[in-house]
Every structure is written in structure tokens, then in C-alpha cells.
């Protein structure tokens, strides 16, 4: 079934990430709903009483169950940015002025989601990177892109 929801966000996933912003949207009182395609973190939702699409966010009536013509916002939560590139496609086809937030964790895949229409995309090492930054200068630091990919010691 299609929800009745206007004006809401759909957040896609529910992971360690997702479940962190679904928290933080529940407190703050914003409408939201989650598509979601793993059966425990589904149950638990309900019985949260949080909104909740079945499946995988890629496939077309799931996503069209989420109404995305009338959200105001889409946020990608899941890992794997082909799955997210093809939501961001639809989510714009759908809805031109949807805001789109997604996540990524390399270079090439914040190139990529951009590209593709997302206004926002989140790279979590650069996050935690500016962090630790902060918390050793004590201020928000601008950090720029390296040339190379750091290497994996």
C-alpha cells in the first residue's frame, strides 16, 4: 500500500547509519518512513510505531509505495552506491525538487552519486577524519581532497 505521508522524508536503510538518522528524525518530530528489506529491523520498526515500505528501494513499486512525489526529502543510508545511484535517478524522475542526501566512501562514488543528481553526499572517513581534526585543533577544519587514496596499512 501507498502511504498517506506528504512532506516527509524517506530514509533507505536502517543499518548503523540509518537506524543513527531515523533516531535523530523520530526526536526531532519530522515525518519520515523507511524502506527497508531485512524482516527483524522491519518488525522492530513497527513496533516502534515508525512508517515502513517492505523490500528494496530499487525496485520500482517499492520505491512508488514511499510517494516520493510528495516527500521533501530522500536519504540514502545504504552502503552500496550503484544500488543508491539508481535510487537517486528514479527519486529524481519522480520528484525534480526532492532534496537527495546520500552516503559514500570513496572519492569516485561522491563523483558518482553527484553526477547523478544527489545535492548532499556524506563520505564517512572524511567525517571521521574531520573529527579527529577537531577534537586535536579544537575548531572545525576544512579538510581538502588528497590526489591519491590513502592506502589500506
Do not use: C, W
Not at 545535492?119 to 577544519?141: F, W
Amino acid at each position: 500500500p501507498r502511504t498517506a505521508l506528504t512532506g516527509h522524508a524517506i530514509l533507505i536503510g536502517y543499518g548503523r547509519v540509518g537506524g543513527l538518522v531515523g533516531s535523530a528524525l523520530k526526536d526531532a518530530a519530522l515525518p519520515f518512513l523507511v524502506i527497508e528489506d531485512a524482516d527483524k529491523t522491519l518488525a522492530k520498526l513497527k513496533a516502534d510505531s515508525v512508517e515502513t515500505v517492505a523490500g528494496n528501494a530499487a525496485n520500482a513499486e517499492v520505491f512508488a509505495a514511499a510517494n516520493p512525489e510528495g516527500a521533501s526529502r530522500l536519504i540514502l543510508a545504504i552502503p552500496n552506491a550503484f544500488e543508491a545511484g539508481q535510487i537517486v535517478l528514479r527519486a529524481r524522475a519522480a520528484n525534480p525538487a526532492i532534496n537527495v542526501i546520500a552516503r559514500a566512501h570513496s572519492d569516485a562514488e561522491v563523483e558518482h552519486l553527484k553526477g547523478l543528481g544527489a545535492d548532499t553526499v556524506i563520505m564517512g572517513e572524511r567525517e571521521i577524519a574531520r573529527g579527529i581534526v577537531e577534537e586535536v585543533l579544537g575548531s572545525k577544519p576544512e579538510l581538502r581532497r588528497e590526489t591519491a587514496e590513502p592506502s589500506v596499512a
